[in-house]
């Protein structure tokens, strides 16, 4: 089998090499692409997410999706990971989410604290930690050093690392918003300094409105979608880019999102809410055509 992308990694070890090796070949569209399911919505944005199709409250639905859906992985936090993980150990591959935070106070000062470690990924047989880090955020000293010590730890224990690099905080508001393109290419840059192996990111949003409070030369660029998509995507350097699927978009938006992202380079999808709101006939359904996509690039 080709595992040209997993061979331009030429930084990993050989317990990331093998763990990234079974999300990227053995499970998921298996051609060196990710597709990852994501159920810490729970803990980020409180349980209203789950209210679009109420079964989707228990993660044992989203284990039979990713499991029925043939997902590269699931990503969740630690107490979900022991409690509903035992039936599909082995099956579906894990990514343990270590640190989160709720939605209840406000993102201005946004730092999300260790709810698990890079030990207890081993423990559970995880192959790769999730970290959330909130870029330009007030609190991103304090984020960047308790950073530094999961990633000795995922060195000491061959353990792949995922970065959900997110702008935060109030300068960021300032200067064009969470999903402007400066915000999200300047968190692109900051995982691959920081040594990330994977980077989730949302895909940029030019709001014309909103153009010019971005800096230079942001505040004057006038990219396409796949322009900025492809921008993303090179600040990301060697680090391998994952694009989110953000808040329900509709079939034909999802699957061009998913067009769009793969072919200008994107290593994969991680799509969670898009997915799981709907009822387990139409979540197969739509994974199977997102899996089409993603195999014919």
């Not at 953000?246 to 991680?270: P, Q």
Request: hydrophobic letters at 40%; a neutral charge; proline letters at 6%.
């Amino acid at each position: 089998m080709m595992t040209e992308r997993l061979d331009e990694m030429d930084w990993l070890s050989i317990g990331k090499r093998a763990r990234l090796y079974r999300l990227m070949y053995e499970h998921g569209p298996g051609n060196g692409t990710v597709l990852i399911l994501p159920i810490d919505q729970g803990m980020e944005h409180g349980p209203s997410t789950f209210f679009p199709n109420p079964d989707s409250a228990s993660p044992e639905y989203q284990y039979r999706l990713a499991d029925e859906g043939g997902f590269s992985g699931i990503a969740l936090h630690l107490g979900l990971a022991e409690k509903y993980s035992s039936p599909f150990a082995g099956k579906v591959p894990l990514v343990l989410k270590i640190n989160g935070k709720t939605r209840i106070p406000s993102d201005l000062h946004a730092l999300s604290p260790m709810t698990a470690s890079v030990e207890d990924a081993v423990r559970l047989g995880a192959d790769a930690i999730g970290y959330t880090l909130y870029v330009g955020s007030t609190n991103q000293v304090a984020d960047f050093t308790q950073f530094r010590k999961v990633k000795a730890d995922a060195e000491r224990y061959g353990m792949p690392i995922i970065l959900w690099s997110y702008p935060r905080g109030e300068a960021v508001e300032q200067k064009g918003g969470k999903n402007s393109l400066y915000a999200v290419d300047y968190a692109a840059r900051v995982a691959d300094e920081l040594g990330a192996d994977f980077v989730k990111l949302n895909v940029p949003v030019d709001d014309p409105e909103r153009r010019s409070e971005q800096p230079p030369p942001y505040d004057s660029l006038e990219l396409s979608y796949e322009e900025m998509v492809r921008k993303v995507i090179k600040t990301a350097g060697k680090t391998k880019v994952l694009f989110s699927g953000g808040s329900r978009l509709g079939d034909n938006d999802l699957l061009y999102r998913a067009k769009v992202c793969l072919t200008e380079g994107a290593a994969g999808l991680i799509f969670g809410r898009n997915l799981w709101q709907r009822p387990m006939k139409e979540a197969l359904k739509i994974t199977a055509m997102i899996k089409d996509v993603m195999l014919s690039i």
